[in-house]
């Protein structure tokens, strides 16, 4: 299959781009699109056979249900039932933005959108081409991160170029992306709500809304059952052997040194996670600077593209710095600690 590639600028939505992609959509196909989260791979959500052509595109698991996007609150009647009285307010104080709420099903969406729950997973993102396509595409779009199943989410088109590229029918590449990691999954169908995945919109922000939210005890802990099926693949994970090295900063980096130091010396390539702070200390191996301590939503939104970067150098181990879990930080280290399969060193 030829995939289309068109560029749509912020700002200047080319027309005839976005409605050439709500056509295929509307005809069952698959179109990649940029979220201010990652980028999406859109199929029309209510259509089954499109929704399980996400799963081949994909190497999906098809036990691992999809999250359907909209673009206003009316939307929601039409493929949920008994939404919650809170849902009101979250939704006024975070919608449009990186956050999916789970609700009962409604008999609209097709079990193969849902990977057979009778719940399902809905956002409505503020990113100014999503937002275009959903429209046209008939307001219902079907839409996991577009990777392979297995990679880092894509935060840029070449991403997704670079995985999907004869397997769907378009990309809309509408430059690099904002936030970087994919939204918060808050469970509404379970008194107080829980979050289910960690994300831009954090704990604190939703029980300054609402009151108490809990966390799926898997979100920080190795080894449990997670309530988002999604979240117990091995996601997020680059070829090398990845570590995360903790402890005070300057430990942290005679740690990675020595450990870098150990690796080069056996022959093998080496890449090292430091941030602007530390990257000048790193004495061997291909050092990369993730971002600014002092602004964490730099380190979220590079994260998945350097994963990626090392991967296309072909480095046999990562050594990471660790980061707090404040704010975004705990989708930060949330991805990180499942990228290392939770292999951490702490000094
Ligand atoms: O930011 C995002 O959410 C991006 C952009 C494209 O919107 N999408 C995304 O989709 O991350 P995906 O498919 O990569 O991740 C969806 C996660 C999976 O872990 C899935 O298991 C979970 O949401 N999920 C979806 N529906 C669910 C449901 N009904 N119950 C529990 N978990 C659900
Ligand atoms: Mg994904």
């Known amino acids: 299959m030829e995939t289309i590639i068109k560029r749509v600028k912020k700002g200047q939505l080319d027309k005839d781009s976005i409605e050439m992609a709500g056509a295929i959509l509307k005809k069952g196909g698959l179109v990649a699109f940029p979220t201010e989260t990652v980028y999406g791979l859109g199929a029309d959500a209510l259509n089954e056979k499109a929704a399980e052509k996400i799963y081949a595109a994909k190497g999906r698991p ?14 929601l009647e039409k493929i949920t039932k008994n939404v919650p009285e809170e849902t009101k307010k979250i939704a006024d104080a975070y919608w449009p933005g990186p956050l999916t709420m789970i609700f009962e099903k409604s008999e609209a969406v097709p079990y193969g959108t849902t990977g057979g729950l009778d719940t399902v997973a809905v956002r409505m993102p503020s990113d100014e081409v999503a937002r275009a396509l959903i429209d046209v595409g008939g307001g219902y779009i079907a839409a996991p991160s577009a990777n392979t199943s297995g990679r880092p989410s894509p935060t840029m088109a070449e991403h997704v170029e670079e995985d999907l590229t ?6 809309l590449d509408g430059g690099p992306v904002s936030i970087g990691l994919e939204s918060t999954i808050l469970d509404m169908t379970v008194t107080p709500p829980m979050i289910l995945r960690p994300g831009a919109i954090t704990k604190e922000m939703l029980e300054a809304c609402i009151g108490e939210v809990t966390v799926d005890k898997a979100v920080i802990k190795p080894n449990q059952r997670p309530k988002a099926p999604g979240m117990k693949y091995r996601h997020y994970a680059p070829k090398a052997d990845l570590s995360i090295v903790e402890g005070e900063m ?4 005679s740690k990675i040194n020595e450990l870098a130091a ?11 996670i430091g941030t ?9 191996g291909d050092v990369k600077s993730i971002g600014t301590r002092e602004d964490e939503s730099t380190i979220a939104v ?3 593209a350097i994963l990626r970067e090392f991967d296309a150098d072909q480095v046999d181990y990562i050594y990471s710095e660790s980061f707090d879990t404040e704010g975004i930080g705990s989708a930060i280290m949330n991805r990180l600690l499942k990228a290392a399969g939770h292999h951490v060193i702490t000094v």
């Open 62 to 75: 098809s036990d691992n249900p999809l999250i359907v996007h909209i673009t206003n609150l009316g939307a």
């Open 166 to 171: 004869g397997r769907i029918d378009m990309i």
């Open 250 to 253: 300057s430990k942290v980096i």
């Open 262 to 272: 150990e690796q080069v010396k056996a022959g093998h390539k080496v890449g090292i």
């Open 276 to 284: 602007k702070e530390s990257v000048a200390n790193y004495i061997c």
């Open 302 to 304: 590079h994260l998945f």
